[in-house]
């Protein structure tokens, strides 16, 4: 398997070859030194941390209440009948819950912060990506690469060897 798939690949290499005879033309571009850099990014992510820091000014204060609650608990725990401190633990479980959720939804995996960041950030990345294909074939590139990830951000159809790839596999 290993040899078969490194004789396709040198395979893949041997007929690309006609197509480096030519000079290459290469750029790359830092992404983010662009994300760091570019107004609207900046102002994006200006107010993505306005909004989080809202977000945690709310939790600090759920927080907050949940210890002032142990406190009062604790403090007035030899006055309090088995009831009521039953009841107060109860308020104070329904609290932390509440905050544990409220957290989840902010900074979960979908949560608040996730989602405002896309809806902020992905008009940027269209904007960029738009230029970045436009740079490309303006300009004659054969291959833009990003240097922060080591990704192609633009290449020729020429070079796209992923059907060649696809052939060989399920020959």
């Known amino acids: 398997m290993r040899t078969r798939l490194l004789t396709l690949l040198l395979g893949g290499l ?14 790359y571009i830092h992404s983010q030194r662009i994300m760091a850099e570019f107004q ?18 709310e939790a600090k204060k759920m927080e907050d209440e949940i210890s002032k609650m142990e406190d009062e608990l604790q403090n007035q725990s030899l ?9 107060k633990m109860q308020k104070i479980q329904e609290k932390y819950l509440n905050y544990q959720k409220f957290q989840a939804d902010v900074w979960g995996e979908q949560g608040k ?10 008009p940027i990345l269209d904007k960029v990506n738009t230029l970045i294909q436009k740079l490309g074939k303006d300009g004659g590139y054969d291959v833009i690469w990003d240097a922060a990830v080591g990704n192609i951000v633009y290449a020729k159809d020429d070079y796209d060897m992923t059907q060649l790839l696809l052939d060989e596999l399920n020959k």
């Open 14 to 27: 041997v007929i690309a070859a006609p197509v480096f005879a030519k000079e290459l033309k290469i750029g």
């Open 40 to 57: 609207e990014s900046i102002e994006a992510q200006r107010t993505l941390d306005d909004e989080q820091k809202k977000w945690l000014d």
């Open 79 to 87: 006055l309090l009948s088995e009831e009521k401190k039953s009841e």
């Open 113 to 122: 912060l996730y989602q405002r960041n896309k809806v902020l950030t992905q």
